[in-house]
């Protein structure tokens, strides 16, 4: 069993920067092992995919945060991060850490971003 536990959200400024961690507990690499991803949820709308990083460490993400997010992984902490720069409002909503094990999904709680002025 793996729990998911993310961090980092907050209320920042148009053109502000925040950066999100999920930290996976249990034993074992998750991350390294299983690769993992980013989503999030604006009100209203259906959990979209923001980012993803491979077992390999290859990273792919979502047309509208291409040149502005970067996903990482630390493999010693067992934790991957979101580091988010020019934030527009269309970024806000909840963000939600992913992996998935043998076809089975594993989410955290979610972290609330809101990006206002």
């Known amino acids: 069993q793996v729990q998911l536990v993310e961090s980092g959200g907050g209320l920042v400024q148009p053109g502000g920067s925040l950066r999100l961690s999920c930290a996976a507990s249990?034993?074992?690499?998750?991350?390294?092992?299983?690769?993992g991803g980013w989503y999030r949820q604006a009100p209203g709308k259906q959990r979209e995919l923001v980012a993803t990083i491979t077992t390999g460490g290859s990273v792919n993400y979502v047309d509208s945060v291409k040149g502005r997010f970067t996903i990482s992984r630390d493999n010693a902490k067992n934790t991957i991060y979101l580091q988010m720069n020019s934030l527009n409002p269309d970024d806000t909503g909840v963000y939600y850490c992913n992996t998935r094990i043998y076809g089975s999904d594993y989410w955290g709680q979610g972290t609330q971003v809101t990006v206002s002025s």
């Open positions: 249990g034993s074992g690499s998750f991350f390294t092992l299983y690769g």
